[in-house]
């Protein structure tokens, strides 16, 4: 997941490269040590490092091995690669790595006063561009001043190694350090030992899913408030009862590395969602292996994207439904991300609508592929951003205000301009006059949704109402109604354009009714 590519983006920080001859990597140092050179850093200090790559705007690919024999040199039969990133010369935004310090497409690469939480060991970190490149090798050595422990047990299928499994404490990464690591020892045990920063609570703990493709990780990760020592958060690592693989590519067949990818299913007459969600390895490749009492014979969603923004997009979605999944099966997929190089665009209205225009998600669809955007709130103008190389889309909107009907544009060619959608009123006046007999808590529509979905509810009675919104943790994230109101039939937007991916519970207290159900974010 996205943590985890960061968490790897600076594992690329501490410890890197070994020349060979025509070497594409050059002029590496970390923490003023040259491949050949050996440097020691304490774990959750400073890293800084340099080098150059051939051409302005080139990429580097970051492989970073523990060095289990502690000879500084890579032996694939006994040392464990544990990531692989790419960092990219005048990235400033770290896509799938570390950002260029300098900014610049100038051909050299640096990360500057970077706090780390490394796992104590030995390392070896291999940059290569081209195939050719430059190692280092590192130490990291214990954190003198602990403040607290985390600390819990990977249990392992038979015939598998327990030792050296990373666990990884993460959190939002504008924080530093943002992770803390250790790895298990002989008998699958782990103590993260960190700092007294925890400020950016709560902590994720997991154990990366990169290390153990197509396997089943028990729970997938625990959410952890470092106030005190933390014990017992155990894991178990099973081989699974069915397998969903693929390979991630672009519309030219060139694989993606690095990238989100979510398998799902609804449940609970499509209230409720359960995902999976695991990262592409450097040959854009993804794994996802499934418990057996999760093959129940339905349909699972298969889904990647490179994230949104409402003013520039490089890639649109792909989104395909699988076939139900039986135990035993081993089902291969291959995703196709198509660049976005062209523009629908349109306009939307709503009848009776005199003020500002209702912000609402616009998509371009496909059996395969999406694009999404919103639109401007003043003109109603909107612009998608598609391939071309799809022959024509469904155009819809998404989170409507109350009392309008939805509308779905067919075959709507690449291109096309004035594409505008005119969101009419229904009857909604009856159901207004209805004062409802009972309180109720309706399911949110749509769900999952993102970033927007709606949520109706009934009061009989004039009652003091509130509605909020919470994580799985019991915390508050977002407090939605909080006043007194008539009785009637109520239907409220909210947004979760502010809060991360996840399950969250709404919750109803009217006078002395209380309702609560859940809702996916899925971004």
Known sequence: MKKLI???????????LSSTSHAQVTNLTVNNASPGQHFTLESGGEINWNLVVPNPGDTALFEIWLDLDSNGVINPGIDKIWQQINQIDGDTLGDNGPPDMDGIADSKISLTKFLIGLAPADYIIKATNNGSGEMVSGTVTPLTDVAYTISGKVTVSAGEDPSNIVAELNRNEKYMPFFWDALTDAQGNFTIKMTADTSGNPWELRISDGQFPGYIITPQNYEVTVDGNKNNLNFTINAADAVVTGLLKDENGAPI??????LFYLLNNNTETFNYDVDTDVNGNFSFGIPENRLTGQEWILQAGRGHSDTTENFMDTRITLNPINVGDSVYKSLTLYAADT???????????????????????TDSTEAYVHNDTISGNYTLRVSSKIGSYRIFGTNLPWGYDTITIQNVQPGATNVNLNFLLTDVKSDNEII???????????NPFNPSTVIKFSIPTRQFVSLNIYNILGQKMAKVINKEMNAGNYKINFNAENLPSGLYIYRLTAGKFVAAKKMMLLK
């Open 257 to 262: 590395p690095f990238t989100h990818v979510t």
């Open 343 to 365: 523009t629908i665009t349109g306009t939307v209205s709503f009848e009776g609508n005199n003020s500002n225009v209702p912000k609402i998600l616009l998509i371009a669809h």
């Open 436 to 446: 409802p007999k009972i309180f109720k808590l309706g399911q949110n529509f749509p």
């Open 6 to 16: 960061f968490l790897a983006t600076i594992l690329s920080v501490i410890v890197f």
